[in-house]
């Protein structure tokens, strides 16, 4: 189904749950206090997704929070797997992989990306507050052994973290990771001081490349290839060729659906019909409809 922008619905982000285990000093803690009653099931998500499968939905991406800290998470996995799904992934930040990754895959999941601001042991705890790097590391072998591939690693290009995205680069290039470096948007007055704009990155890169390729189903994102190494480049804001390019819905980890990953005022309660027993599909189709470019360009 497309939206009324013409815009094909294709896939449907996920977020499972708002806690985490780290405590990043740039993270906005987006229901950092909710009332764990109020989680959906694994059977509520289950059916949740089987009903978006009808309108056009073929990808999954799995969100927190962290994910990883939902006790039921393989249940999650294997009530949303389906035939008719090509991809199901999950964002992590892979304190937790190492212990998961195995039965995440025989459950249905196909890939992760992990979020890794830095390789730097000292920094990265800092970042985080009270991560460790080496854990992280282990997790994203294990899931590469595993096969939850292609791992994509997350990087947030700050002016504090600059300086790593080189050795990051190595190491993903080492291991065969793909590297998406994403644009960094400060919440708040204070984080402003570590934006970067991404593309001086991007430039730099660019020449480097032994050859590119333009993503027409992913936002005419770019993909370079720079020494056998894959970087992609994430811009979610303030930017029209996302928003017109936009073919994802999302799920809150309380049952709204997100017809605009920026807007809050558009949510669609489909959790409370769906315990009444009641069928959503209206809902979801209502959804789609509601879905407009938050970044119209002129």
Do not use: W
């Amino acid at each position: 189904m497309r939206d009324p922008f013409n815009r094909e619905i294709r896939s449907l982000g996920i977020s499972i749950t708002p806690h985490c285990n780290l405590k990043c000093f740039y993270c906005h803690r987006e229901g950092h206090n909710c009332n764990s009653n109020s989680l959906m099931t694994p059977e509520e998500i289950g059916k949740i997704v089987k009903s978006t499968l009808k309108f056009g939905v073929k990808k999954i991406k799995i969100s927190g929070g962290e994910p990883l800290l939902r006790p039921d998470l393989v249940d999650i996995i294997e009530n949303i797997s389906d035939i008719r799904i090509k991809d199901i992934s999950l964002t992590t930040n892979g304190i937790l992989l190492e212990n998961y990754a195995e039965k995440l895959k025989n459950a249905g999941l196909n890939r992760v990306n992990v979020s890794m601001d830095t390789i730097d042991p000292v920094k990265y705890k800092n970042i985080t507050y009270c991560g460790d790097i080496k854990i992280v590391k282990a997790g994203i072998e294990r899931a590469l052994d595993v096969g939850l591939t292609p791992l994509k690693i997350n990087y947030l290009a700050m002016k504090n973290t600059i300086e790593d995205l080189d050795p990051l680069m190595d190491y993903c290039r080492d291991i065969d990771a793909i590297l998406q470096i994403i644009e960094f948007i400060p919440l708040n007055e204070n984080l402003k001081k570590y934006y970067v704009d991404i593309t001086t990155i991007e430039n730099e890169i660019a020449k480097k490349s032994d050859k590119v390729i333009t993503r027409k189903l992913m936002q005419n994102r770019k993909k370079y290839y720079v020494d056998g190494l894959e970087v992609e480049f994430v811009r979610p804001m303030d930017n029209t060729e996302f928003c017109n390019n936009c073919t994802r819905i999302r799920l809150t980890y309380d049952g709204f659906l997100k017809p605009c990953l920026l807007r809050e005022d558009n949510l669609i309660d489909v959790i409370s019909p769906l315990r009444d027993g009641k069928n959503i599909d209206d809902l979801i189709y209502k959804a789609i409809l509601n879905r407009e470019p938050y970044f119209k360009g002129k």
